[in-house]
């Protein structure tokens, strides 16, 4: 597994990590999404989600919380951002840290 990246993500989305030589696997829905994540979870230790799956598959994610590998990472489409993905390494931090360093205050 180690150093092992992965991409989950609409077809559109997946072809730069592809051109890049990143494993990428198309998923248009939260049900695709959520076989390709139980069946390649072993295998890689960073896992890219597009933003729009992560929201959906939100509860099914918190699974991968407590364990070190894989790392699971929201991040935009080729649609452009929902702020999702911030918003949740936001809180992974604030968790892990006790405080929120992206605070604007």
Known sequence: MT??????GDGDSIMVFKAAGVAAFAANDAKKAREI????????????L???LARELNDFLKRFDEEPYPVILSV???????GYGQECIRRATERALGVDLFKND
Do not use: C, N, Q
Request: proline share 4%; no cysteine; glycine share 8%.
């Open 3 to 8: 150093g092992k990246t992965a991409f989950v």
């Open 37 to 48: 994540l139980r069946s390649i979870a072993s295998e890689y230790s960073v896992i890219f």
């Open 50 to 52: 597009t933003e729009e």
């Open 76 to 82: 935009p489409s080729k649609s452009g951002s929902t």
